[in-house]
């Protein structure tokens, strides 16, 4: 059983920070991608980030490139995102999830999810 617990969310001024972690427990967190999707009220859930099992490639949406950034510690079975720079519009629920797939932008591509943490930006 494999187990995501985010934390970090807030409520923050627009072009502030927050820095998100996810927790995992599980044998197979260091050998997996990792990714961050959102979901804001009223819409569906989208990609925002993902992190190969090394590190070594990271992958974001357009709308956050330059602004967010994916990383992650093997060692303490723990994923991060780091926001900079932030925007009403990130306004969400942040979730990590593991992915089990290639399509690491699509959530069917993910088997196992956090409960999620509220990240609110005000302008």
């Known amino acids: 059983q494999v187990q995501l617990v985010e934390s970090g969310g807030g409520l923050v001024q627009a072009g502030g920070s927050l820095r998100l972690s996810c927790a995992a427990s599980g044998r197979t967190f260091s050998s997996l991608t990792m990714g961050w999707f959102r979901q804001a009220p009223g819409k569906e859930r989208e990609f925002v980030a993902a992190i190969s099992w090394n590190g070594r490639n990271t992958y974001y949406t357009d709308s956050v490139k330059g602004r967010f950034t994916i990383s992650r510690d093997n060692a303490k079975n723990t994923v991060y995102l780091q926001m900079n720079s932030l925007k009403p519009e990130d306004t969400a629920v942040y979730y990590c999830?593991?992915?089990?797939?290639?399509?690491?932008?699509?959530?069917?591509?993910?088997?196992?999810w956090g409960q999620g943490t509220q990240v609110t930006v005000s302008s």
């Open positions: 999830a593991r992915c089990f797939s290639a399509t690491y932008y699509s959530p069917e591509a993910y088997d196992y």
